[in-house]
């Protein structure tokens, strides 16, 4: 961390910010960011410069090569420093979050036996509950931790009665990409560690808005995805560096099992994608008002953010709740408990009417089951259907969501 004295950060005009990103020059409202956020020109930029100039293998020891290797290594420390990771554990880079935990629940099958046990929480994406499923054929025993259907969370005291001495992983969601809660992470973790276990939490729905701090929770395995986080679509799983120590990544047989994160990175990563990660600097930079690449400019940068975000997301709450026939799916708050990710359904009316209509005004929002098949059928949510979901981040303004709420109201 910079040595330089820091005041609170002033949130820069939405005017100004938005200017950062070129797509949203348009009258489109984009209100479908859980679904993947836009980028700022420099990502893009920063990707078309790679290519152009440095698009050659690693390693290779011409200066081309040379500096390749150099943005790929500096894309894996920024995300260290991205999720407070520097000096307790390692970032892999992936194409997704799919993709990246189903890497890793193979890692753990070639460690346990039949009879082990992985809890998964109900409220989880598929990412992180498909993986774990299928070491069923292995042998290994499923534990759902279920969600309340009355207040949209899993309790902890179910967790507690869950755990037991054969108990391995313990994966949930930090925030519900359907729900929009952010849950106690680090109550979570304490708790599973009490058992001996560890846990896998899914940060892709929380990453977009605010910041991600793995030291304070202790989690020891947490993924999300950097195109919802303002950058190029691949995805980044933490490990601190004890629950690497214990597998074996999948890449080459002559790769040393200590080369992490090579050795779990399958073929190549995006370098690319890299060198769009690492342009996300000057972003957060200008966010935050400050002129350094550290954890504080990261932590000022994502605080504005949620400044930003929070009275969009209370405005939309509160007309929602004034609709009678209209039920909100998940806690709903208006206060820090949850993120700008908003899901609703209707008495009368189909979710997919309701998008189709909104449509018509040039305003994306989404319906469905958002990929949590599992939480919707324990929820009796009809997976054609599915629920609408509006979500926001800061780059979104309050006259969006007042165009947003004036075309519901003509139907709600």
């Known amino acids: 961390m910079s040595s330089v004295s820091r ?21 489109f409202a984009f209100l479908e960011n ?47 420093t991205l999720v407070n990771a520097t000096g307790i554990g390692k970032v892999v880079l992936g194409q ?3 993709s990246l935990l189903h890497v890793l629940a193979d890692a753990y099958m070639d460690t346990w036996q039949a009879g082990d046990e992985v809890i998964i929480a109900e409220t989880n994406h598929e990412a992180n509950a498909g993986p774990w499923v299928k070491l069923a054929k292995r042998g290994i025993v499923l534990r759902t931790w279920k969600v309340n259907p009355e207040t949209f969370g899993c309790p902890l005291e179910a967790l507690a009665e ?8 313990v994966a949930f969601p930090h925030v519900s ?13 304490e708790l599973v560690h ?8 899914d940060g892709v729905a929380y990453a977009p808005h605010r910041a991600i701090d793995v030291a304070d929770w202790g989690v020891d395995w947490y993924v999300y995805s950097t195109y919802k986080v303002y950058g190029p679509h691949m995805a980044a799983l933490y490990g601190r560096h004890d629950a690497f120590a ?28 890299c060198a769009g990660i690492l342009a996300l600097r000057s972003y957060l930079r200008f966010l935050a008002g400050w002129e350094v690449d550290d954890r504080q400019t990261v932590v000022d940068a994502f605080a504005i953010m949620e400044e930003l975000e929070a009275p969009m997301r209370t405005r939309l709450i509160q007309y929602l709740r004034s609709k009678p026939k209209v039920r909100l799916i998940g806690l ?12 609703f359904l209707h008495n009368d009316l189909p979710s997919t009417q309701i998008v189709a209509s909104v449509d018509r005004h040039n305003i994306g929002i989404r319906y469905g089951h958002m990929y949590a098949v599992r939480l919707c059928e324990a929820l009796g949510i009809d997976l054609a259907e599915g629920v609408v979901r509006v979500s926001m981040v800061h780059y979104n303004t309050p006259d969006e969501i007042d165009r947003l709420i004036g075309v519901l109201d003509t139907f709600l």
Do not use: C
């Open 34 to 80: 859980a679904g993947g956020s836009q980028v700022p020109g420099v990502v893009a930029d920063a990707i078309r410069d790679y290519m152009l100039s440095r698009y050659v293998q690693l390693g290779a020891g011409y200066r081309q090569s040379i500096e390749a290797s150099g943005v790929v290594a500096d894309a894996h420390a920024y995300v260290e």
């Open 177 to 189: 990409n359907l729900l929009g809660e952010v849950v106690d992470v680090k109550a979570i973790t």
């Open 246 to 273: 214990g597998l074996t990544g999948p890449n080459h047989f002559f790769i040393p099992k200590e080369s992490i994160p090579y050795k779990f990175e399958l073929g190549s990563i995006s370098h690319e994608g």
């Open 7 to 27: 005041s609170a950060p002033i949130a820069p005009s939405r005017s100004d910010i938005r200017a950062w990103f070129p797509t949203l020059a348009t009258d």
């Open 332 to 343: 709903a708050d208006e206060g820090t408990k949850s993120v700008g990710t908003i899901s």
């Open 194 to 201: 009490r058992a001996g276990a560890r846990v896998v939490a």
């Open 96 to 98: 997704s979050t799919t």
């Open 162 to 169: 869950l755990l037991n001495d054969r108990t391995k992983i």
